[in-house]
T-cell receptor, first 114, second 111 residues
């Protein structure tokens, strides 16, 4: 069984559209994250959620709105997509705060905005 | 600001050789982690070393940490073609709920 899953795997859309990416983890973790990896493979934290509460918002434009309906799910909705949003988006989860251990990553969603 | 930086950016070796990658960071940390990313895949956790540890082993992996120099190294011994991947260090910057990743080292192991 996949530990952290994301859908869709690929997303091609036009500028100005609104799209969502879904993430689910079956590890029983209480903390989930969204990362953005650019074309140079630089991976940057976007959001952290602990027990459905937003903990970290790393100065992400408010066109990006995460939602955590329960501890096992963290979705990412993006409004008015721009060319610069093209990237691979990774969801991850961990148990508790990072000082305690590792993060488990999903397979990524490759978003292409044309 | 970027916390970790790996060195070198790319490394190409022959199967059976050892591969060493270095990571430098800027602020104090609780722990430092290394991750592997195969092409087109998500990151996979390899090893975590705490700030009060100096060396840690896991199979063919050896990680060292020098907090006075704010640096870490990852050694992969007896490399295999399957080790071909990008390797990233990540630090917590002394805070919870946030990992900061370096730019990664692309390791190519030639059969």
């Amino acid at each position: 069984d996949t530990a952290v899953s994301q859908t869709p795997k690929y997303l091609v859309t036009q500028m100005g559209n609104d799209k969502s990416i879904k993430c689910e983890q079956n590890l029983g973790h209480d903390t989930m994250y969204w990362y953005k990896q650019d074309s140079k493979k630089f991976l940057k934290i976007m959001f952290s959620y602990n027990n459905k509460e937003l903990i970290i918002n790393e100065t992400v434009p408010n066109r990006f709105s995460p939602k955590s309906p329960d501890k096992a799910h963290l979705n990412l909705h993006i409004n008015s997509l721009e060319l610069g949003d093209s990237a691979v988006y990774f969801c991850a989860s961990s148990q508790g705060a990072l000082a305690g251990g590792e993060q488990y990553f999903g397979p990524g969603t490759r978003l292409t905005v044309t | 600001s970027q916390q970790g930086e790996e060195d070198p950016q790319a490394l190409s070796i022959q199967e059976g050789e050892n591969a060493t990658m270095n990571c430098s960071y800027k602020t104090s940390i609780n722990n430092l982690q290394w991750y592997r990313q195969n092409s087109g895949r998500g990151l996979v956790h390899l090893i975590l070393i705490r700030s009060n540890e100096r060396e840690k082993h896991s199979g063919r992996l050896r990680v060292t940490l020098d907090t006075s120099k704010k640096s870490s190294s990852l050694l992969i011994t007896a490399s295999r073609a399957a080790d071909t991947a990008s390797y990233f260090c990540a630090t917590d910057g002394g805070s919870n709920y946030k990992l900061t990743f370096g730019k990664g080292t692309l390791l190519t192991v030639n059969p």
